[in-house]
């Protein structure tokens, strides 16, 4: 296996190279994600060291690190930052990444750590629905908020003097898509950096630092931890003085995963290739199913050939995610199928093994029709689920007039 990881080099927990920059590209993806930020084998010791639950650390003389207090640093996060940054650049040395207690905590490590009074930033118009509550929070602090939709990479328009140009692609929950790579150098060309918010792709549909961003920024309460049982995010950025900004904001304001969260989110990552693959798979055939289906209109997943978002989402994604959003009638039709819906928990969130779905209106903040309903596909099989949704949207219609 890995030739970084052999027997007796280990150097004790967090000293180990993982599957480092001597073996790029060797590796298939199920692979990295099964060994990604491991330590090198140290005997008796378990393949990956359990949670270290720690406030302070033994540290006699000069406090220097990695381990001094627990809201600087911990070892499980060292692990799952290594392997988070095995897949979000693999091969790559270099990249650092920083782990969150939420995707929120990461989001407003970055614009905040990044932004000064006087700054202008760009947003998306159409992205997650706490994000207004940041541009009113930065508007306070006297920077300047701007923003436009993400199809049709109209962000570009409302771009000239902003330091940060904020993309979230797929949005969440339209999914729109913008061109990444296009957006990256027009922001460059103008003195701007780049963050996505790479959410619902996770780092195996697309991989916003090798598409040229500053910033990937995720929240891996979704697709990345896949389980639907903690909330954590995730900052990824290649400029050493640009992620000593952020890991510096991690601290003043002390927004930290627990060491059982970090655990368990490295732990679910040996599972992301195959629950990924899974639920991608079975959201583009759900889509094709709803495709075909009457009472269905504003259908939108990226995978899907004939999606507005399809052939920009082709050339910068590698899988098209698990989310398929679409329109009912009326926000009582909605309503009919996800009551009459078996396998599938009316839950908000997404990306998780059991299929959620939800009325997307319900919570006021997304620019929605009232019978918008935002799917996230599970690890079910595909037959049940696509029968279950079908056998629902007929249970709906009759119940209509
Ligand atoms: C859920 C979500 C967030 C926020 O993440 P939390 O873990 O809930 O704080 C940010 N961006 C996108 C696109 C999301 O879907």
Redesign the pocket.
Known sequence: MSGTDGPGTGTGGNGAEGLGADRPGRLGEGTRAVRAGLPAPVKYEPTLPGPVFAAHFHLPGDPTGPYTYGRDENPTWTHLERAIGELEAPGESGVETLVFA????A?SAVLLSQLRSGDAVVLPDD??Q?LPLLHEQMRAYGIEVRTAPTGGDAQLSVLAGAKLLWL?TPS?PGLDVCDVRRMVAAAHEAGALVAV?N??ATPLGQRPLQLGADFSVA????GLTGHGDI???HVSCRDPERAAEVRRWRKIVGAIPGPMEAWLAHRSLATLPLRIDRQCATALALAEALAAHGDVTGLRHPGLPGDPSHEVAARQMRRFGSVVSFVLPDREWADRFLDALRLVDDAT??GGVRSTAERRGRWGGDAVPEGFVRFSVGAEDPEDLIADVLRALDEAAKGAG
């Open positions: 939420s995707g929120m905590a989001v992205g997650y706490a979230e969440n918010d959410t619902l929240s891996d309460t979704k909330l954590l995010g969130s997404f």
